[in-house]
């Protein structure tokens, strides 16, 4: 099959699936099907998905352990006029995986990168987690052993949902180290084999999340994100206050200017509300500000 050639001398940073193989995104194919070269962190994971998808690339590794020389060489390449994808086993290059090395060298050497976005676990964790919030904090990996995974963890009283990875053989421990740091109250989202046949999302809390994984063998097995739910909001002061005080503002601004203002002068969670907010504003009794 003939391709459009691609913009000479461009490094693209190209997601693959996380489990579910037509989660490669049509320009992702494209875009690995005209590179000059496929930079993979395994060629052994890569090549079968660019069969799968009838693409005949020619691939190069570039894996943890040779990263600094293939970085050369690719930076070589690309200052040739070479367009080179990157790629790792699995979603987004450089996300707790291979990469950032290469792309920071393009940068360095005034070579044009070029995101081609796709999967991502964290991301998609995330995005089934339902926590109310504004942004999240990515962690990645925490450390394999016991007592300095202790030590990161109590580092993680957010007042933001915390994105984390973690292996399947760990994962019962570090869910009983936040249950230790944080309390059973705290909500979890556990969430395992995406877009995969086994796929679960579990959104429990963390006293019930050991049992949650104890209650099925399969349950420490596959591959796991964990999404610790922010910790409380202070309450308001007074919630009457907060409501009294939205009332107001709900006839003066709109509901997500109203939310704001009011979590300012409360302390209140913005959050909740703008949860409040909504609620109020579906019901009769508010007079709601006209949009501007
Ligand atoms: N670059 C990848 C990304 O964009 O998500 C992450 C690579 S990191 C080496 C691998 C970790 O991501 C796994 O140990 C697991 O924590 C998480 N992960 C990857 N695929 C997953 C999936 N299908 N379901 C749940 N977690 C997954």
Redesign the pocket.
């Known amino acids: 099959m003939a391709h459009e050639p691609l913009p000479a001398g461009t490094l693209y940073v190209v997601a693959t699936p996380?489990?579910n193989l037509a989660d490669l995104s049509a320009r992702a194919k494209e875009v690995l099907a005209a590179a000059d070269l496929v930079a993979c962190e395994d060629t052994r994971t890569t090549r079968p998905l660019l069969a799968a998808h009838g693409i005949n690339a020619k691939t190069v590794a570039l894996h943890e352990h040779n990263e600094r020389a293939a970085c050369a060489k690719l930076v070589e390449a690309l200052s040739a006029g070479k367009s080179v994808a990157l790629v790792?086993d699995?979603?987004?290059p450089a996300?707790?995986?291979p990469g950032a090395l290469v792309v920071e060298a393009a940068h360095r050497a005034g070579i044009r990168v070029v995101p081609v976005p796709g999967?991502?676990?964290?991301v998609a964790a995330y995005s089934a987690s339902g926590y109310l919030a504004d942004r999240f904090l990515f962690v990645g990996f925490l450390p394999a052993s016991a007592s300095s995974r202790r030590k990161s963890i109590a580092a993680l009283d957010a007042d933001c949902p915390v994105v984390l990875?973690?292996?399947p053989h760990r994962v019962l421990e570090t869910v009983e180290d936040l249950a230790a740091a944080f309390g059973p109250e705290r909500e979890l989202v556990i969430?395992?084999?995406?877009?995969?046949k086994f796929e679960e999302v579990a959104r429990l809390s963390l006293g019930a999340a050991r049992e949650w994984i104890v209650a099925n063998p399969h349950r420490q097995q596959g591959?796991?994100?964990l999404v610790l739910g922010p910790r409380a909001a202070p309450e308001a002061k007074e919630d009457g206050e907060a409501e009294r005080i939205l009332r107001i503002l709900l006839e003066e601004v709109s509901v997500s200017e109203a939310a704001r203002i009011a979590a300012r002068l409360t302390g209140a969670s913005k959050n909740a509300l703008y949860a409040r907010a909504l609620e109020l504003a579906a019901g009769p009794g508010i007079k709601l500000a006209k949009p501007r």
């Open positions: 996380i489990g790792s699995a979603g987004t996300v707790s995986d999967a991502n676990a964290a990875y973690e292996a969430a395992r084999e995406l877009t995969k591959e796991f994100v």
